[in-house]
């Protein structure tokens, strides 16, 4: 069940010390940046409208009587904002025409730059051993919650961002996003991968 960065930060109330000892419960073995933005970032861009944040969490164990937020069990989370995605020059006009959806072109100018939903952080949390989620249902949950604007506000496109890894990239392309283009990010590069959602 997803439970929205502002809900806990309402419930929490003006206990920062226990915000912060609920979100560094969080851990992801496989990279540092995931638990940083959680720790460090989410809270900030929540409060900013910068991004926001949603915690995967069990529904039955939130339900008990006995349950107290400082034993909240956070399975994974996903971070989402928007952004403009920028493609290369050398894109085709039929390929720019098939993400804005009507035209490759307005005012008689190629079109550069398209608004998209980025899905910036998805991640399960490796500290609980019997974690049943997946990516998969990570990238259900994000998607779900986009679905939602898209159905209120519009939208064509939802975007991620990933270091050049076969692992990840197989993950996304598994999920139906297709890769567009890389980004230079110190010495290496990001991959930016979208998948279109109508």
Do not use: W
């Amino acid at each position: 069940m997803p439970v929205a960065l502002s809900s806990l930060i309402r419930l929490v109330g003006e206990d920062r010390i226990l915000l912060k000892q609920i979100l560094s419960s969080f851990s992801c073995d496989k990279d540092e940046d995931i638990v940083y933005f959680l720790n460090n970032r989410a809270v900030e861009y929540e409060e900013n409208s910068k991004s926001r944040t949603y915690l995967i969490c069990d529904e039955e164990q939130m339900n008990k009587e006995d349950f107290y937020l400082e034993d909240l069990k956070i399975y994974g989370y996903v971070s989402l904002a928007l952004k403009v995605l920028s493609v290369p020059d050398s894109m085709s006009n039929r390929q720019r025409k098939d993400i804005d959806g009507i035209s490759a072109k307005i005012h008689g100018e190629v079109i550069n730059d398209f608004p998209c939903y980025l899905i910036g952080q998805l991640s399960k949390n490796s500290a609980i051993a019997d974690n049943f989620i997946s990516g998969k249902y990570l990238i259900e949950c994000a998607l779900g919650i986009i679905e939602e604007a898209v159905s209120s506000v519009g939208g064509r496109i939802a975007m991620i961002e990933c270091k050049n890894n076969d692992k990840l990239l197989k993950f996304y392309a598994d999920n139906f996003f297709t890769e567009i283009s890389r980004i230079p990010d110190g010495d290496d590069a990001m991959v930016q991968m979208i998948r279109k959602l109508v």
